[in-house]
């Protein structure tokens, strides 16, 4: 039995329901059922009777639920006692500008369990990511890039990289583009269209080797001045499939994020990368839990 297990049961019985506690989590059902169906195995009992009214404790699960309420009481005493300098910690996240609405929709989850750790993001750049990680001058960042590219040849000697996630390109395009209603897009769909792109090495790659026959609008470091190019139906715009997964405008139909069809480009992996020097403390551990959720949730 572990702390995490007790949360769970104590939440299933608050909520009724594994779907509805896992929402409240911010964990997937499978991974909440699974724990507790591990917990049950251990201790040989079954502590859920699950049917159409809801899921509901037995009597070997109310036992549970009231020494699980007694440990997580006395832990938040413990915890109170021993934590008065708690309103000082500090978080200093970097992030890709591809991923900055995913780590700003991360901190407001983030927020709400740890409000007194004082959360700064930066915005940047692989060179400044690497260069931040080198003078720890940020504790954790998030960034899409090739461990194979020469310029990082020796990250690995100051940086230690998790696997995040793994992205594919989109076109991102107005509700007024003829673009709209495609279930994928070719470059070749795009020869006649206009294009903004980030500012960045990889998107003057993908204009260097793949958009010849592209007219480029503009480029720019603001992903808001290009939003509203894409908006206004001037142009469309490479994205992630995540970059705009909770934006407004995708939600309501203003914007269509469509798959790009190209194998050659279509995946990228993208990676946590922690300073070797420091390790990761339990406040990055719990944000990237944030980001994974925000990233893999449907």
Same mark, same amino acid.
Not at 69 to 78: C, M, W, Y
Not at 83 to 90: A, G
Not at 130 to 136: V, Y
């Given at each position: 039995m572990n702390i995490e297990q007790i949360k769970y049961i104590l939440e299933v019985t608050k909520a009724r329901s594994i779907t509805k506690a896992a929402a409240n989590l911010h964990l997937s059902p499978s991974a909440v059922s699974q724990s507790i169906s591990q917990l049950e195995k251990e201790l040989g009992i079954t502590i859920f009777n699950r049917s159409r009214q809801g899921?509901?404790?037995?009597?070997?699960?109310?036992? %549970?639920?009231? %020494?699980?309420?007694?440990? *997580?009481?006395? %832990?938040? +005493? /413990?915890?109170?006692?021993?934590?008065?300098?708690?309103?000082?910690?500090?978080l200093r996240v970097g992030c890709a500008p591809s991923l900055t609405y995913i780590v700003y929709d991360a901190f407001l989850l983030f927020n709400k369990e740890y409000p007194y750790v004082h959360?700064?993001?930066?915005?940047?750049? %692989?060179?400044?990511? *690497?260069?931040?990680?080198?003078? +720890?001058?940020?504790?954790i960042a998030f960034s899409p890039f090739s461990l194979e590219d020469p310029a990082t040849s020796n990250v690995h000697n100051f940086i230690r990289f998790r696997s995040l996630y793994t992205g594919y390109i989109c076109v991102c395009v107005s509700s007024r583009s003829h673009l709209?209603?495609?279930?994928?897009?070719? /470059?070749?769909? *795009? +020869?006649?269209?206009?294009?903004?792109?980030?500012?960045?090495?990889?998107?003057?790659?993908?204009?260097?080797? /793949?958009?010849?026959?592209?007219?480029? /609008?503009?480029?720019?470091?603001?992903?808001?001045?290009?939003?509203?190019?894409?908006?206004?139906?001037h142009a469309s715009c490479l994205i992630y499939n995540f970059t705009f997964k909770n934006n407004q405008d995708v939600k309501n139909g203003n914007l269509a994020v469509i798959p790009l069809k190209n194998p050659e480009i279509i995946n990228h992996q993208f990676w946590t990368l922690i300073p070797k020097s420091k390790g990761i403390s339990a406040e990055a551990e719990e944000f990237q839990k944030k980001v994974m959720f925000i990233l893999n949730e449907s």
């Open positions: 899921t509901v404790p037995t009597l070997d699960g109310k036992k %549970i639920i009231r %020494i699980g309420n007694e440990i *997580l009481t006395k %832990i938040d +005493e /413990l915890y109170n006692e021993f934590s008065t300098e708690k309103k000082e910690k500090s959360i700064e993001i930066k915005e940047m750049n %692989i060179d400044e990511m *690497l260069n931040a990680m080198k003078d +720890e001058t940020i504790d709209y209603y495609k279930n994928s897009i070719t /470059l070749k769909d *795009l +020869e006649n269209e206009k294009m903004v792109m980030y500012s960045s090495n990889r998107s003057i790659t993908f204009n260097t080797e /793949l958009f010849t026959k592209v007219p480029i /609008l503009f480029t720019s470091n603001n992903i808001e001045v290009l939003r509203a190019a894409i908006i206004d139906g």
